[in-house]
């Protein structure tokens, strides 16, 4: 049978023009594969995802090395669709005592080795380590069987090799602590380095920001919730405070439709579509923006079913590209993690505006109650835009945050 190789890239709009770091490869040259296994996993500052194979086949040739900068042009090696796919789905199960907390697991061959003495046999809780540490599985000794890498390795890596320097890892380099002081070492991860470089890049490199502060009354809101709470748990789906900061940013926008657009060096492209990236965080592995599409056509039950769904895949890690693709427009709603007030940077660059809201708290303030000045106690929070002053001007700002609390504090009237 004659040789028929086709390339192995990453899928057409998979990273929308952005690079990735090739994390692991999931199969090694000569590995037969079927249409749809997973082949390979990239890091990006946003998700962790995993490329299949478009093909049965067999790994003909690998390009591309874990740590390399890779996009959607890149080769990153060869599959030969003239080989026979397997006839059973492998890999098989492993049962193994050299580490407690991974008794039985699936396995891969990621990278095997040319002097046999490992077999570099990994499965998903150590694939998860080493992007979390941001690791070369070839620099670790494996203590596994037939010297495969464990958890339990990786973890005693961190701990000693990341301090002495020990099997040679050019992985990350440890500071040398001032004297008599007491430290552990805590690498950056892949996605906190994208994020960190982003973030310099968006405030210092990029767009000068600028921000304006409101002040918000959420008590229209809290009373039009618990009315509609439990109608919505019926369907399965659960109410927030941020579904409601979704549907007034979109009637903002309509009023005020130069916040939700792109800011170029010729041009601004403003928008029909209102797709809003909601800020999750991901505890100490960093921060993506998983995006609700079109909100402008959604009812709040509708949007409140998107943003439950978004959410719920991105604190699951299940999250794929086109989740995060598209967004005009970003909301931090910091609140929830007792924030009063903040300044976010613009997370999505080129877009021109985001955000914040913050903690919700009870309040006394004065109004006029039958034509007296009382104090009265109200349920309050701080809300925050902050633009890209190249494409927007004051005026712009805190027009839409005018329209954007007359919604919250007038909803249903």
Same mark, same amino acid.
């Given at each position: 049978m004659m040789n028929e190789s086709m390339t192995i890239t990453l899928p057409v709009g998979a990273l929308e023009g952005t690079a990735a770091v090739l994390s692991t490869w999931l199969v090694g040259e000569g590995d037969k594969v079927r249409k749809g296994d997973p082949i390979l996993e990239l890091e990006t500052d946003k998700v962790s995802m995993e490329v299949c194979a478009e093909s049965d086949g067999s790994i003909e040739r690998i390009l591309a090395a874990s740590g390399d900068n890779v996009d959607e042009k890149t080769i990153l090696g060869y599959l030969n669709c003239a080989a026979q796919p397997i006839l059973e789905k492998?890999?098989?199960?492993?049962? #193994?005592?050299?580490?407690?907390?991974?008794?039985?697991?699936?396995?891969?061959? +990621?990278?095997? %080795?040319? #002097?046999?003495?490992? +077999?570099?046999?990994? $499965?998903?809780?150590?694939?998860?380590?080493l992007r979390k540490y941001d690791l070369n599985v070839t620099s670790i000794k494996g203590t596994g069987k037939g010297g495969r890498v464990t958890r339990d390795d990786i973890l005693a890596f961190v701990n000693t090799g990341a301090d002495k320097g020990q099997n040679g890892s050019d992985a990350?380099? %440890?500071?040398?602590s001032a004297k008599g002081l007491k430290s552990n070492i805590v690498p950056h991860t892949a996605m906190r380095k994208k994020i960190a470089n982003h973030m310099v890049d968006s405030l210092l490199h990029t767009s000068p920001h600028v921000t304006s502060v409101f002040e918000m009354d959420m008590g229209r809101i809290i009373e039009h919730r618990k009315m509609c709470k439990m109608g919505f748990e019926e369907a399965g789906v659960k109410l927030t405070f941020t579904a409601y900061f979704l549907a007034a940013s979109a009637k903002a926008m309509q009023k005020v439709p130069v916040i939700n657009s792109r800011f170029y060096d010729d041009y601004l492209e403003v928008f029909e579509d209102i797709n809003i990236g909601v800020g999750t965080a991901l505890g100490d592995d960093g921060l993506i923006v998983p995006v609700v599409k079109q909100v402008q056509e959604k009812n709040l039950f509708e949007i409140a079913s998107a943003l439950q769904q978004q959410t719920d895949k991105a604190r699951q890690g299940k999250l794929a590209a086109a989740d995060m693709r598209d967004g005009t427009f970003t909301i931090s709603n910091h609140g929830v993690r007792g924030s009063l007030f903040a300044t976010p940077i613009?997370?999505?660059?080129?877009?021109? %505006?985001?955000?914040?809201? $913050?903690?919700?708290?009870?309040?006394?303030?004065?109004?006029?109650?039958? $034509?007296e000045d009382t104090m009265v106690i109200r349920p309050k929070c701080y809300v925050s835009l902050s633009i890209d002053h190249r494409a927007l001007d004051a005026h712009q700002t805190n027009l839409f945050l005018s329209h954007f609390v007359d919604v919250i504090e007038n909803w249903g009237k």
């Amino acid at each position: 049978m004659m040789n028929e190789s086709m390339t192995i890239t990453l899928p057409v709009g998979a990273l929308e023009g952005t690079a990735a770091v090739l994390s692991t490869w999931l199969v090694g040259e000569g590995d037969k594969v079927r249409k749809g296994d997973p082949i390979l996993e990239l890091e990006t500052d946003k998700v962790s995802m995993e490329v299949c194979a478009e093909s049965d086949g067999s790994i003909e040739r690998i390009l591309a090395a874990s740590g390399d900068n890779v996009d959607e042009k890149t080769i990153l090696g060869y599959l030969n669709c003239a080989a026979q796919p397997i006839l059973e789905k492998s890999p098989s199960l492993v049962f #193994d005592d050299s580490s407690q907390n991974e008794s039985v697991a699936n396995f891969r061959k +990621c990278d095997a %080795a040319s #002097d046999g003495s490992k +077999c570099h046999l990994i $499965g998903p809780a150590v694939r998860k380590l080493l992007r979390k540490y941001d690791l070369n599985v070839t620099s670790i000794k494996g203590t596994g069987k037939g010297g495969r890498v464990t958890r339990d390795d990786i973890l005693a890596f961190v701990n000693t090799g990341a301090d002495k320097g020990q099997n040679g890892s050019d992985a990350f380099s %440890a500071p040398k602590s001032a004297k008599g002081l007491k430290s552990n070492i805590v690498p950056h991860t892949a996605m906190r380095k994208k994020i960190a470089n982003h973030m310099v890049d968006s405030l210092l490199h990029t767009s000068p920001h600028v921000t304006s502060v409101f002040e918000m009354d959420m008590g229209r809101i809290i009373e039009h919730r618990k009315m509609c709470k439990m109608g919505f748990e019926e369907a399965g789906v659960k109410l927030t405070f941020t579904a409601y900061f979704l549907a007034a940013s979109a009637k903002a926008m309509q009023k005020v439709p130069v916040i939700n657009s792109r800011f170029y060096d010729d041009y601004l492209e403003v928008f029909e579509d209102i797709n809003i990236g909601v800020g999750t965080a991901l505890g100490d592995d960093g921060l993506i923006v998983p995006v609700v599409k079109q909100v402008q056509e959604k009812n709040l039950f509708e949007i409140a079913s998107a943003l439950q769904q978004q959410t719920d895949k991105a604190r699951q890690g299940k999250l794929a590209a086109a989740d995060m693709r598209d967004g005009t427009f970003t909301i931090s709603n910091h609140g929830v993690r007792g924030s009063l007030f903040a300044t976010p940077i613009i997370i999505n660059q080129p877009q021109v %505006a985001i955000l914040g809201i $913050g903690k919700l708290e009870k309040r006394v303030v004065v109004e006029d109650v039958n $034509g007296e000045d009382t104090m009265v106690i109200r349920p309050k929070c701080y809300v925050s835009l902050s633009i890209d002053h190249r494409a927007l001007d004051a005026h712009q700002t805190n027009l839409f945050l005018s329209h954007f609390v007359d919604v919250i504090e007038n909803w249903g009237k």
